[in-house]
């Protein structure tokens, strides 16, 4: 994402491709991962990432620099099945885009490994301003925009809102707060539901 | 909500009603859904309320009890207008229920006031399980079984919650997490493309 000579991407694809540094990176990676899931951008520190992952604090801020920038290289993991779900969607007939849009979706959702992640970014965009600008950035230039412009619509952008925001508030009920009995329907039942509605507001009239 | 000799209701209603006290215990109140707004569930305090509120935490304890309890008086408060949402959705007419929940809605959120403590709810829903709970039990005896027994469907609480989940995730793009367009679009706008999917969710085929 941060294509910037500093970022953290040219950083981790300059650094020499040492095995030993490879699996600490990703060590620290899955620890910020697991903190910033469990506790959210605010009550994540670098230190606790550090204990967690077992290294120093030191050696975190070395590969990637500040919280925020721990958060975003996390995010972009979590954003690497996001981008599947974007290119499921644009290669996808655009009758079709609706159903693809929902399954992919709930596909990520229903997977323990790629809920954690999805979890992580909901609870920390939703509790701090940092944390929401680094999840607006991506979501809006990663995801949103490239949809839209499959769409041809005035209103397209709006229209992938309305489709995604269906999609949000479903996995925060179903998924991050758990309200019956939509946590416990079936998941066909839930998409028989929904993708029909996801593909009137990407395309209906 | 809790009307059990011990809890906050009866004792609220069992207090002499002196001004000074009622006024202490209003400010508290307010304190209370600042700080839980601004900071979410885990991170305030019933220190940090009593501090807001320019009181000693002891009175806190006494006038609500534990953090759990002062969170509950919280959305409570925020919970008296979604009432106004239920009983507006409860009188529409059934083919005109979907415009009504969206339009009420929507006003809650534009509301500088009630926006507040309904932020305050969902950023301690998301991230904390305690509070997930008491919204879980608020939201569901509260508001979506009593919806859903207006529709005359064996399916009626599943659709409640799916056309919830199309205004949580418009609230959460909008509102919350403040993603463009969706963000700045004029309400009307929204509103005609949202009450016609919140009306098929509720009543459609």
Same mark, same amino acid.
């Given at each position: 994402m941060t294509d910037s000579p500093g970022g953290s991407g040219s950083r981790r694809r300059g650094r020499p491709p040492r095995t030993e540094s490879a699996g600490t990176r990703d060590r620290i990676l899955a620890a910020a991962r697991e903190e910033f899931a469990e506790?959210?951008? =605010?009550?994540?520190s670098v230190r606790g990432i550090a204990k967690s992952a077992g290294v120093d604090s030191a050696l975190v801020h070395h590969y990637f620099g500040t919280k925020e920038q721990v958060f975003e290289a996390a995010v972009e993991v979590a954003f690497a099945p996001a981008l599947t779900v974007r290119d499921a969607v644009l290669a996808a007939p655009l009758d079709d885009v609706g159903e693809r849009m929902t399954r992919v979706l709930f596909g990520l959702w229903e997977n323990s490994v790629t809920r954690k992640p999805l979890l992580a970014i909901v609870r920390s965009a939703v509790n701090n301003d940092v944390a929401a600008s680094v999840f607006r950035r991506m979501v809006t230039a990663q995801l949103m925009r490239r949809i839209a412009?499959? #769409? =041809?619509?005035?209103d397209a952008e709006l229209r992938v809102e309305l489709a995604a925001a269906q999609l949000v508030g479903i996995a925060m009920m179903r998924?991050? #707060?758990?309200?019956e009995p939509i946590a416990s329907a079936d998941v066909e039942q839930v998409i028989a539901r929904v993708a029909p509605v996801v593909q009137g507001h990407l395309t209906g009239p």
């Open positions: 506790r959210g951008y =605010d009550k994540t412009g499959e #769409i =041809d619509a005035p998924y991050v #707060i758990r309200i």
